[in-house]
Each structure stands twice: as structure tokens, then as C-alpha cells.
């Protein structure tokens, strides 16, 4: 305990609140309220409705949402695949090897999203290989991104792995193959799960990137919030939003389930 | 067979999807398709007024909003982790959640705060019977950093709340009982301890910041513009790819450069 006085932590208390409630709270519950009226012109929303959800739940934007689900859950799947075979193999590897792996597999964050869409675009609108125009090059796109959370959040858990557990399996005349299925990834599973929850989260909400090479028949959620805002319709645009949040947070859900399901083993 | 074959096909796999591409738009920034010697793309973009003027919007805006989110972030940790209340780790939590939301939520609940027919303009119109309220700053380069500070604070919050947990609290009580006031306490005993904290922090908001686009995409502006917001504008408002490539690659120069430091720091810090 920092601050001993009564009225002293009260004021600690008052400050907090004076500053997290309008800078954290405040903008969610807005975007929540704002979904539910048609009107905003003075201190509070008015003209409540459920309009914007049923605009929000069909047409242009059921298909950006269906977009987004396909977009995310194959970006994601995609570069769990990659993250986790790139941590695994690094993990075998010496000093000098495991760094650079890593660094490798980190370079994607470092470079700025659009720049990332950018040459993607610009990669894979030229022969041998045309993406240009199609969903793929979305997908494809979104993978680079997340391909770094994932490689990363599934060394960090190699590195937390009791080798004892492989060590014992090889001696008891296991080959490598099954070691990996039946002991290392079962014991990953945790990691794993949580490293698909992340992905999930970072591709539903991806911009940058999808601004750069959105095909019009592949336009995520985030895309169209935008183009609603940008016309004009904020109050559409901010139910497509909570649709956007809802649908995140429940995936986050059932992964974070999943992954006490699998701490009990 | 040896064992670093198995590392062979992600790094394939990446070198495909992200390095051939990473190396093309190298290439294209130094060969303009209208043709020219090397560095006539680059050339023409240092020249341009834009350019500059971007450049010196996207450091002082990631600067100011790393600063900004650094003493925020350090006063609301502080009060979680010293101060604790009722509800303090339900804080903790919804800051998680924060996090996994995209930023650009940010910028269109400000609108409804701060836009020209928001909630604060209309608390100020309501009570006063102005004919519009005193906000406008939304469009303008303090919307984008209000907008940043608040959507990136949390990510400084979140190793700052790791490494206080990890403080042994008897310091505190220590330096308490000979007499130190709270504001002595955290000057010397908790800031030196959270140093580190902050530093990979700082340097990873301050990348992130660099490389903010939705923010400032829905803020809508037209005096604000970022160096992605460049790009953007270049390839696919303007079909201009050298320059496009261009300012990629001076942004991905100062945005990698600086997320080595970061893992330095980090790696030092052990975050």
C-alpha cells in the first residue's frame, strides 16, 4: 500500500477515474450507445432503434462479416501452422540459428502494415503468380501479419516446455514423429489455442493492410466500417463496429475455454 | 540428415510470401517504371513539400503520443498495482480485452465525444445555447494524438503492471517507515524499478505509433498526413508506385531500426 491516508487514496481513486472512465470506458460505450439510436446532436443519443443491427446483419454487411469470419480463421490457422513448424524447428537449432529465426519471424511486425500491403500488392500482381484482385491476396496478406504473434507466443512456450517429458518418451523407444504428436504438441495445446485466439483477434480487426489490397468483391469488416463512416452513416457504421467487437470477443471466449479444457490434462 | 533441414520450408515459405515482396518493392523504389536513373524516385520524394511535411507530422505525433502515453500509463499502473480498489483486476482484465480491439473503434467513438455534433459539444450547446460548441480538434493533428494516446496506453500498461507485481512491497513499507512521502517512494524506489518497463514499452508504442494508419484514416483529415497515410495515397489514391515505394522504404528504414532497439531494450529488460 502506497498511500496510507484515507483521504489520500480516495484521491488516488478519484484521479483514476477521473482519467480511465472518459479515456477508456467512455469510447466503447459510446460506440455501444451510437449503435442504438439514429440521432446524436446533444449530450446524449437519441431516437433509440434496433435498425442499425438489422442493416447491420445483412446485405453488404452480413457478407463483409462472413469475409472477415473466412479471412481470419484461415489467416489464422495458416500462420499457426508456420509459426508453431518455425518455432519447433528453431527450437532444435544452435545459438546462432535460433536468433535468427527470430528475427526473421519478428521482421513482419516490424514493418509498418501498409508497407507490408503494399508489397504483397505489388508482388503478387506481376506473373509468375496473379493474386491480385481475388480473396486470396487478403488472406494471404493477413497470414504475413500474424505469422510473427504466433511464431512468437509458441517459442515462448517451447522455451517453457519441461524437456523431461520428450526425453522420457524417446527412451521408452518413441520416434520423433510421435514424440512431437502424442507428447509435445498435446502439452503446446494451451499455447496454441491462445496464439489462435490472438490471431483471430489482430486479422478481424486488420486495416492497414486490407486498405492497400481489398479485391471489391472481398471487403472485410474493418473495410466497411470505413466506407459507412466515410459516407456519412456513423450510426450503421457503429453497429457493424459492436457486431465486430461481439464477434472478436467471442471467439476469444470459446479459445480461452478450450485452453483451460486443455491445462487440466 | 542434419536438423536444421526442418527449418527449411517455413523460412522458404516466408522468404516467398514476405521477403520476394519486401525485396521487390526495394527494387521498384530504385527503377521507376516512367524510367530515370536510380535515385530519381527518390530524389523527387525528399523534394516533395509533402513528404517533409509528413515526415515531420508522423515523429512528432509518435513522439508526443509515447510520451503522453508513457506518464499516463505509469499513473494508472500505479494506482492498480499500489492503490489497489475493488475491481482493480476487473481493470486489469478489460484492459486485455482493449487491446484486442482494432484502433480505429478509437477515432469513430471520438467523433461521437468530440465531433461537431458529439456529446461534449452537445453537453456545451445544451447549457450555454451556443450555436456550436467549442470542440473542433478532432481534425486535426491533436484528434489523431488524443486518439493514439488512448488506444496505445494500455500497451505500456501491460509490462509496467508485470514488473510491479514483481516488487517486493516490504521495500515500500521500508522506505515508508523511515519516512518518505508516497511522491519520494515512487521517484526512488518504484521508477528506478520500472525502467526497464517503460523503456520496452515506450519503444514499442512508439513503433506502433510510427506506423498508425486506421487512427488516422477514419480521423478523415486532410492537414494530417502520416507516412503511411503517404503510401496509401500514393499507390492506390494516386497509382504512383515508385514514389509509393519510396516512401516505403524510408519508413520501413526508421520503423525496423527503431523495433531493433526496442528488442534490445526488451531483451535487457526482460519483457
Redesign the interface.
Known sequence: ????SKS??WA??G??GL??LP??????L??V??SFSTH??????SGPTTENYAAAVRGESLQALTTSLVTAVAASLLALA??T??A???A??KKR?KRL?DA?????????????G???????SRPPVLLNGTGSIVV?AH??LV?AFAHQSVSAAIVRLDPAYEQAAASLGARPAYVLWRVELPLLLPSLTAAAG?CF?LS?????AT??LYPPDWMPL?VR??TA??RGS?FT??AV?VV??AA??LV?LAVSRVRTRASYR | MP??V??L???V??AL??L???A??VQ?SFSPESGGGAFDAYASVFASQSFREALGTTVWLAVGATVGCLV?GF??A???A????PGARA?AK??D??L???????T??????YGT???AN??V??LTGAAEGPFHFLTTPWGVLLAE??YF??FVMRPLLAAFSQLD?AQ?EVA?GLGAR?AR??RQV?LPEALPALAAGGSLVL?MC??E??IV??T?AKDVTT??ML??GK??LESD?SA??GV?VV??AI??GL??LY?VVGKRAGA
Not at chain 1, 204 to 208: D, I, K, N, W
Open positions: 500500500m502506497l498511500v496510507h489520500g487514496r488516488a481513486w484521479l483514476f482519467l480511465f479515456l477508456f470506458a467512455l469510447p466503447l459510446v460506440v450507445a451510437a446524436w446532436s446533444g449530450a446524449f443519443p508456420v509459426g513448424w518455425a519447433l524447428a528453431a532444435t537449432l540459428g529465426m526473421l519471424f519478428m521482421l513482419p511486425v516490424a514493418v509498418p502494415s501498409v508497407v507490408v503494399l508489397a504483397v500488392l505489388v508482388a503478387f494471404l497470414t504475413v505469422t490472438l483477434a478481424m480487426g486488420e486495416l492497414s486498405m492497400m474493418p466500417i470505413f463512416t466515410d456513423l457504421g457503429s463496429a465486430l467487437m472478436t470477443l476469444l | 536438423r536444421g526442418w527449418a520450408p517455413p523460412v515459405v516466408l510470401v514476405f520476394y515482396p519486401l521487390l518493392v521498384q499516463l499513473a494508472l500505479l494506482v492498480i499500489f492503490v489497489p480498489f481493470v478489460f484492459i480485452v482493449f484486442s480491439f482494432p484502433s480505429f473503434l478509437i469513430l467513438a471520438l467523433l461521437f465525444v455534433v458529439g456529446m452537445g453537453l450547446t445544451d494516446i488512448t496506453t494500455p512491497t515500500l515508508a508516497p517512494i515512487v518504484i513503433v510510427l506506423n494508419f486506421g484514416l477514419f478523415g507516412l503511411p503510401i496509401y499507390a492506390i508506385y509509393a515505394c516505403a519508413n520501413i520503423s525496423v523495433f531493433g528488442r
